[in-house]
Each structure stands twice: as C-alpha cells, then as structure tokens.
C-alpha cells in the first residue's frame, strides 16, 4: 500500500514562494505527480517526476528524491489565482495513482 | 474535443435507489478510474479499467460496480444508495503509454447527496 503526508494548510503572501512537501511509503514507485485542485473544480495535471532531481515549468518546480522517499512542489512569484489545493500522488508499479489529502494554499494580498 | 465528461452534475438521490454516474472520455485513453473525494481524505481510487472489457477494484470498491463495454464509456453504478456514499465523484483516463504518458486526466465531477 501507499502512505503519502503532506501538510493540511499552508499561508503566503503574493508574490512570496511557497514550497509544499510530501512524503511517502510505497509498495512500488512508477513516479510522482502534483496536481492543482481549485475549489469546487476537477484536479488539473501540474507536474510529474520519475527521475531524482529538480523540473521546472515556469513559475512551478518539483523535486524527487526517491531514496528519501520525498518531493516537493516550489510555486514561485505567488498570484492570488494559486489559492487552491495541490495534491502529491504516487504511481504504483500496477499503475494505480494514491493521492495524498491535499494542501490548501491560501494567497494573502 | 471535450475531454472527459460525466453526468450528472450534481443529484439528490434518497437511499436505497439505485444511480448509475456517466463517463464519456474522447481522447481514446486506454485506461479509465473512478474517485471518491472526502474532505479530509483526499482522492480515494473505486475501480479502475485498463482497457475496454476489464476492470478491477481500487480501495474502496464496496457498494460500487463498474463496466467497460468500450472504449469511451466507464459508468459507475450504485446499486442501493447509503449515506456513507455522498460524496463527489471524479471520473478519470490515462493512455498507459509508460515514459511519463501515464497522466490522469479527470472529469469535472459528480457531486452526490445521499439522504
């Protein structure tokens, strides 16, 4: 099975960086995602990591390091349109993707 | 191109009435999935299909079953509503291609009240 942690809340102000953590126990490792998740709204795709070390995309980063069992998702130059829940995702090696529950980040004028 | 749609948006359902959720995806992905999504909990898998004529359980499948007659279409189907089973509902579909193609893209949701 899949044991994912991240943390419930997290607060920044605009045009601050924010950098969301998870955590994870799997059985089998096929890659990690990060997803954006706006209230009331379908998760959307935002990243994807297989390999250790750092992607970029933009105002967007994510980092894996598969040995520590870690990532972390960097959102830089915060708008108030990132206010929303991101949530770290593991794929299993059958395929199936566990999802962590989700960290709000509220964006502060 | 649509994407993913699932029908309905949103429904009142009394319990013990069956529902059958739609899913229609466009994009000719091999594989297909239903969420549950909890406050609290996160995204939890129901049953999954990796390609029209199978299925199989995720971790919650009990209360739900499923079916793959094609390639487009995955409804989910409840078959005596209880409480415990409002939820929102996501629909997904990846093209398990490997290389990084894997990625699941998900419909705009089934919000379910079971009363």
């Given at each position: ?26 059985s089998g ?61 593991v ?19 | ?24 995806q466009?994009m ?8 549950r999504?909890d ?13 029209a ?9 009990d209360?739900y ?19 415990s089973?409002?939820?929102?509902y996501?629909c ?14 998900f ?9």
């Amino acid at each position: 099975g899949q044991n994912i942690d991240q943390p419930t809340e997290m607060t920044a102000t605009e045009g601050a960086i924010v950098q969301i953590n998870c955590t994870y126990q799997t059985s089998g490792f096929n890659g990690l995602f990060w997803y954006q998740q706006h209230a009331g709204e379908a998760p959307t795709f935002l990243s994807y990591n297989v390999l250790d070390g750092l992607e970029e995309k933009g105002r967007f980063s994510s980092f894996l390091s598969r040995s520590k069992g870690y990532s972390y998702l960097l959102l830089k130059e915060l708008q108030m349109k990132d206010s929303a829940s991101y949530l770290c995702a593991v794929l299993s090696n059958d395929y199936k993707l566990s999802f962590g529950a989700g960290t709000t980040v509220t964006v502060r004028a | 191109i649509a994407g993913i749609t699932q029908a309905p948006t949103s429904q009142i359902l009394a319990a013990g009435r069956r529902m059958t959720l739609r899913c229609t995806q466009d994009m000719r992905h091999n594989a297909m999935y239903w969420y549950r999504q909890d406050l609290g909990l996160g995204l939890r898998l129901i049953h999954y299909s990796n390609t029209a004529g199978t299925t199989g359980k995720g971790e919650v499948p009990d209360g739900y079953s499923v079916s793959r007659a094609n390639t487009d279409d995955f409804p989910l189907t409840l078959a005596s509503a209880v409480p415990s089973q409002t939820s929102v509902y996501f629909c997904a579909s990846s093209d398990l291609a490997g290389a990084g193609r894997d990625t699941q893209y998900f419909g705009p949701g089934t919000r379910l009240t079971v009363l």
